[in-house]
């Protein structure tokens, strides 16, 4: 019952301490592994992207039905960017269930570098005020995704 792991007696002495259930399970307790993160983060990019495709052909739509401004045209820009992001996220941090903040991040960050590369190559090179709206708009709506997805209760059927 007690093993002397540092050759001292007396005070020094340890219990050998049993294993349970709940360590020896492999789904609890483990840290996932590298290709299982980058599997998550892959999948909410692809989400992510997915949901700004078709919120971007609903949004063109939209715009050529009625006509509008620039500034409303802007307004829906950053409405399709904070969705995907948002939704990218949740679906990043929902397989895990932990560190929301992070997964979120993580599931946003690849979606908003491709957005603005886009974003930046339509402009010339030229940085403006929308882009600079728009960084901390995905960031915050990604990270809201993942918290979302991880403070979500599971559904009881």
């Known amino acids: 019952p007690y093993s002397v792991s540092n050759g001292y007696g007396g005070i020094f002495m340890h219990k050998k301490r049993k294993r349970t259930q709940?360590?020896?399970?492999?789904?609890?307790?483990?840290?996932?592994?590298?290709?299982?993160?980058?599997?998550?983060?892959?999948?909410?990019?692809?989400?992510?992207?997915?949901?700004?495709?078709?919120?971007?052909?609903?949004?063109?739509?939209?715009?050529?039905?009625?006509?509008?401004?620039?500034?409303?045209?802007?307004?829906?820009?950053?409405?399709?960017?904070?969705?995907?992001?948002?939704?990218?996220?949740?679906?990043?941090?929902?397989?895990?269930?932990?560190?929301?903040?992070?997964?979120?991040?993580?599931?946003?960050?690849?979606?908003m570098v491709i957005v603005l590369l886009a974003a930046l190559l339509i402009n010339g090179g030229k940085a403006g005020t929308n882009i600079a709206i728009m960084v901390p708009l995905m960031v915050i709506f990604g990270i809201c995704g993942g918290v979302l997805a991880v403070n979500m209760k599971k559904r009881v059927k």
């Open 22 to 111: 709940q360590q020896s399970s492999p789904s609890q307790g483990r840290r996932p592994e590298r290709k299982e993160i980058f599997g998550d983060i892959l999948r909410g990019l692809l989400i992510g992207m997915a949901v700004f495709a078709v919120l971007t052909v609903i949004c063109s739509v939209l715009l050529m039905k009625i006509s509008m401004g620039e500034i409303e045209t802007a307004v829906l820009f950053l409405f399709c960017c904070c969705v995907s992001a948002a939704v990218g996220g949740f679906f990043c941090a929902r397989r895990p269930k932990k560190n929301g903040i992070l997964l979120g991040l993580a599931g946003c960050a690849p979606l």
